[in-house]
T-cell receptor, first 109, second 117 residues
Framework: GNSVTQMEGPVTLSEEAFLTINCTYT??????LFWYVQYPGEGLQLLLK?????DKGSNKGFEATYRKETTSFHLEKGSVQVSDSAVYFCALRDDKIIFGKGTRLHILP | GAVVSQHPSWVICKSGTSVKIECRSL??????MFWYRQFPKQSLMLMAT?????????EQGVEKDKFLINHASLTLSTLTVTSAHPEDSSFYIC?????????????FGQGTRLTVV
């Protein structure tokens, strides 16, 4: 069945550092790919999405490109802020929404 | 944007009793809703897909008789944990996609923290 694998956390970075959170997927069809973020004490929010190969999703300085050849959807940000501290979930959707295990990100001032 | 409301946000119940959790899409219709369980510091595990007007589809290993799902209208799905036991204590989250196409966004409820004592 479909699955999502993302890098284990926690990830700790200093403010203004470059961020990459790796995500790869296994799917039989042509799913859409998403990154969701869960801030402390809050529910999940959509961060960005890409619906087909080579699409790039972007929001709040975060980007991810749908790479069919490598079945990847890595999340990147050029300069992180303390307010980016949260748990990030990679997900794919076909008839269901399947999540990766989540990566906890800590940004130090 | 679209809003999904989940109620209650937390509940404590005695072992052996049943608990009902509601998930409502407030400003859109949802023919499908998803129910997840999230363990501490872990991912969301899909439990079942709730389908309006028909039976829910359960994931492998999820007990249908234990976790009763009803999707009676286009804006409401309920999850009832029957005869709850301490091992059912968890964080339950519902999600409603805004459309049936795979590229449509899903919105999430705030979650329900269930504690069975």
């Amino acid at each position: 069945g479909n699955s999502v694998t993302q890098m284990e956390g926690p990830v700790t970075l200093s403010e203004e550092a470059f961020l990459t959170i790796n995500c790869t997927y296994t799917a039989t069809g042509y799913p859409s790919l998403f990154w969701y973020v869960q801030y402390p004490g809050e529910g999940l929010q959509l961060l960005l999405k890409a619906t087909k190969a080579d699409d790039k999703g972007s929001n709040k300085g975060f980007e991810a490109t749908y790479r069919k050849e490598t079945t990847s959807f890595h999340l990147e940000k050029g300069s992180v802020q303390v307010s980016d501290s949260a748990v990030y979930f990679c997900a794919l959707r076909d008839d269901k929404i399947i999540f990766g295990k989540g990566t906890r990100l800590h940004i130090l001032p | 944007g679209a809003v999904v409301s989940q109620h209650p946000s937390w509940v404590i119940c005695k072992s052996g009793t049943s608990v009902k959790i509601e998930c409502r899409s407030l400003d859109f219709q949802a023919t499908t809703m998803f129910w997840y369980r999230q363990f501490p510091k872990q991912s969301l595990m899909l439990m079942a897909t709730s389908n309006e007007g028909s039976k829910a589809t359960y994931e492998q290993g999820v007990e249908k008789d234990k976790f009763l799902i009803n999707h009676a209208s286009l804006t409401l799905s309920t999850l009832t944990v029957t005869s709850a036991h301490p091992e059912d204590s968890s964080f339950y989250i519902c999600s409603a996609p805004t459309g049936g196409a795979y590229n449509t966004e899903a919105f999430f409820g705030q979650g329900t923290r269930l504690t069975v004592v």
